[in-house]
């Protein structure tokens, strides 16, 4: 009997350090409504959820300013797939660390992804994006 306390009382502790955090689950919203505003190219959404100085830089190293990130995903309506993130927080930061394919023309392109979102006032913002790409897995 002990021993199944034991390995109860475990359980638990070991969920503790896997529960998501108010300002995680903040974050995880902010990066769902950017992926939904991107796929379906909403300028008005974008423009709320990236800072002014944003810097989105992708895997061919151009790298764009806010409004020619929604330009670009205006236009585009952002084809892709996000894998296996992990968010971290630090305070008023947070990064999102992802594997994401990208579908085009030319076939699928896996990448890692970083994003960097700061809290401003109750919001996250989006302030830097950037893919490398990867080989295929």
């Known amino acids: 009997m002990n021993k199944m306390l ?3 009382v475990m359980l638990a502790f070991s969920m503790v350090g896997l529960a ?3 300002d995680e689950a903040a974050v995880r919203a902010a ?7 991107a796929k379906a190219g909403d300028g008005a959404a974008l423009k709320q959820i990236f800072a002014d100085g944003l810097q989105y830089s992708h895997s061919n190293s151009k790298l764009e300013n806010k409004q020619e990130a929604i330009d670009a995903l205006m236009k585009s309506k952002g084809n892709f797939e996000v ?3 992990t968010i971290h927080v630090y305070g008023n930061a947070a990064t999102i660390r992802a594997k994401v394919t ?3 023309a030319a076939g699928d392109t896996p990448l890692t992804m970083l ?5 401003n006032g109750g919001n996250w913002r989006m302030v830097e994006r950037h893919t490398t790409r990867i080989a295929a897995q």
Not at 31 to 37: G, I, N, R, T
Not at 115 to 119: A, E, G, P
């Open 83 to 85: 894998h296996s993130q």
């Open 6 to 8: 034991f390995a109860a």
């Open 102 to 104: 990208a579908h085009g």
């Open 31 to 37: 990066h769902e409504a950017f992926l939904k505003a």
């Open 20 to 22: 998501e955090t108010a």
């Open 115 to 119: 994003q960097v979102w700061v809290k």
